[in-house]
C-alpha cells in the first residue's frame, strides 16, 4: 500500500515502523544487561580479531553490509531523494543519514551480542559442568573432591594429574579442548539467518516471560523487513513508473497497477526460497547476487559523478541547492566537509573499493564458490571430520549448474550498465562518442569559476 500511494499515504504508520524497533531493541539490550554472560557477549563484540583481516569474505561481507543498510547503489536512497525540493539541504541529510545508520548498526550488534552472551555463558557452563563430572567418573573420584577449586584449576590439575599418570585428558573430559567462552560464543553461533531465527531464538526461548519476549522480538524483525522492502522496492518502482509515464503509449499505465505486477512478480521469485532447497537459493542470492555487483556499481558511479561529470561540479551543484546564487555563504566547518567530500569521492572510496573487489576476485579463483552441506540424518550442518565436534564445517564447491546461476545473477545485475550507456551513445541514428552529453541533461550551472564557488570568502 505504500508503494503504490507514495510515502506520505502512510504518515504515521512509516513512523511506526522507524521507531518501533529502536524501543524494541532498547527492551532487550536492558534484559541482555541483566542476564548472565550479557556484558561479556558486549565486550566480546568490541575484541578485534586482526587476523581476520586477511580473509577476503570478511571485506566483502562489510561492504556488501554497509551497501545495504545505506540502500546505496541499489535505487532505494536515488528513489526517494527525487521526491525532494530542488532547494534541499543534502549535505545536511546525508550527514543524519550515515550517522543514524552506523549508530544503529551498532546499537543493534550491542543488543544482539547481548543475548548471545548469555546464550553462550549458559553452553559454557554447561560444558564446565559436563567436563568436570566426566574427570570424577574416569577417576572414580567422589563429587566433593574438588572442593571450591575454579574450573581453570581443576583443568590444570588434570593436566598434571595425566602427565604423571600417562593418562590422555581427552578421554578424561571426553571433549578435544577446554571449555571457552569466546570460542563457543564465535563458534557456536550461525550466521545469516541462523542467527535470527535459530541463535537469538534459543536465547530469548530462555529468558523469562519468553513467550511474550518472543512475540515482541519477531514482531520487530518483521517490522525491519516491511522497511527495508519499501525501500528496496521503491528503488525499481520508481524508475521504472518515471519510463511509463515518458512513453506514450506506457504512461496510461496507474502506479497501483505496477506495483501490483511487481509484487507478484517478486513473490514468484520469492517462492523458491519456500522448497526443500531454499536455503541454498538463500545462501546464494545472499552471497552472490549483490556483493561483487554492488562494488562495480559503486565503482562506476564514482567514476561517472566524480570524474567524468567531474567533483568540483558536483560539489558546485551541492552549492548551489543549498545556498543558492546569492544565500548565505559557507562556512570553514562546511568547505573542510567538501574538501572531504571531494577527497572521497575521487580516490578514498573507489580505490577503498577496487582494492576489496581485487582482494574477493583473487580469492574467488583460488577457492571457488563453496557452500555448507546439510545432514538430514544429525539434523545439522556437516563437519569436515564427524569424530571432532570442533572441526569446521565441511563445504563443497557449486556444481555446473550453481556456478551458472551465479553468473546469470551477475549478468542480470549488470548488463544494464552497458546497455543504457549503448542507448545513450546511440541517437538519431547514428552510434558516437558525443551523444552523451545533452543540453537536456546538463544541471551545471556554474557560470562563475568552480573555485571561487566552493571557496568564496564570507
Known amino acids: 500500500m505504500i508503494s503504490m500511494n507514495g510515502a506520505e499515504a502512510g504518515g504515521a504508520f512509516l513512523y511506526f515502523i522507524a521507531i518501533t524497533p529502536y524501543v524494541v531493541l532498547l527492551i532487550f539490550l536492558g534484559i541482555g544487561l541483566s542476564t548472565a554472560g550479557g556484558p561479556e557477549g558486549i565486550a566480546e563484540l568490541f575484541q578485534a580479531d586482526w587476523e581476520a583481516l586477511k580473509d577476503a569474505r570478511v571485506w566483502i561481507d562489510a561492504s556488501s553490509q554497509i551497501f545495504f543498510s545505506l540502500s546505496v547503489c541499489f535505487g532505494g536512497i536515488v528513489a526517494f531523494s527525487s521526491y525532494n525540493p530542488i532547494k534541499q539541504n543534502l ?43 566426566n574427570s570424577l567418573n574416569f577417576f572414580d ?19 598434571n594429574k595425566c602427565e604423571s599418570e600417562n593418562c590422555d585428558p581427552v ?49 520487530m524483525v518483521i517490522l525491519l523487513g516491511l522497511g527495508s522492502m519499501v525501500g528496496t522496492f521503491e528503488g525499481v518502482i520508481t524508475p521504472v513508473y518515471d519510463g511509463l509515464q515518458a512513453s506514450s503509449k506506457w504512461r496510461k499505465i496507474p502506479k497501483q497497477a505496477l506495483v501490483l505486477v511487481m509484487s507478484c512478480f517478486a513473490f514468484a521469485i520469492g517462492l523458491i526460497f519456500a522448497t526443500n532447497a531454499g536455503n541454498y537459493w538463500l ?26 561529470y567531474g567533483a568540483e561540479k558536483w560539489l558546485s551543484e551541492i552549492d548551489w541547492m543549498i545556498y543558492g546564487e546569492d544565500g548565505e555563504q559557507p562556512g570553514l566547518v562546511v568547505r573542510i566537509c567538501r574538501l572531504f567530500l571531494k577527497t572521497c569521492w575521487t580516490v578514498l572510496s573507489p580505490g577503498l573499493i577496487l582494492f576489496v573487489l581485487i582482494f574477493f576476485m583473487v580469492d574467488i579463483f583460488q577457492n571457488p564458490p ?89
Not at 431 to 442: L, Q, V, Y
Request: hydrophobic share 45%.
Open 91 to 133: 549535505l545536511r541529510d546525508a550527514t543524519i543519514v550515515a550517522s543514524v545508520n552506523s549508530g544503529t548498526s551498532l546499537f543493534a550488534s550491542c543488543v544482539i551480542f547481548s543475548l548471545l552472551g548469555n546464550r553462550a555463558w549458559t553452553a559454557f557452563e554447561n560444558c564446565k559442568s559436563t567436563t568436570i563430572d
Open 141 to 159: 573420584e567422589a563429587e566433593d573432591f574438588y572442593g571450591d577449586k575454579t574450573y581453570d584449576e581443576i583443568y590444570d590439575f588434570v593436566l
Open 171 to 219: 578421554d578424561v573430559f571426553q571433549r578435544q579442548s577446554k571449555c571457552d567462552f569466546s570460542k563457543i560464543l564465535q563458534e557456536d553461533t550461525p550466521s545469516g539467518t541462523g542467527l535470527i531465527f535459530i541463535a537469538v531464538a534459543e536465547a530469548v526461548v530462555d529468558l523469562p516471560g519468553s513467550f511474550i519476549l518472543s512475540m515482541i522480538f519477531f514482531f
Open 283 to 308: 545462501d546464494i542470492f545472499n552471497d552472490y547476487s549483490a556483493s561483487i555487483n554492488l562494488l562495480i556499481i559503486g565503482v562506476l558511479q564514482f567514476v561517472v559523478v566524480a570524474w567524468i
Open 370 to 458: 563453496a557452500y555448507k552441506v546439510w545432514d538430514k540424518t544429525t539434523g545439522d550442518w556437516k563437519l569436515e571430520n564427524a569424530t571432532n565436534p570442533d572441526s569446521d564445517y565441511l563445504k563443497q564447491e557449486y556444481s555446473a549448474a550453481g556456478s551458472a546461476v551465479i553468473a546469470i545473477l551477475h549478468i542480470l545485475c549488470l548488463i544494464w550498465i552497458p546497455v543504457m550507456l549503448i542507448k545513450a551513445l546511440f541517437k538519431d541514428g547514428k552510434f558516437s562518442f558525443k551523444n552523451w552529453r545533452t543540453e537536456e541533461a546538463i544541471i551545471y550551472r556554474g557560470e562563475q569559476k568552480i573555485a571561487k564557488r566552493m571557496f568564496r570568502n564570507s
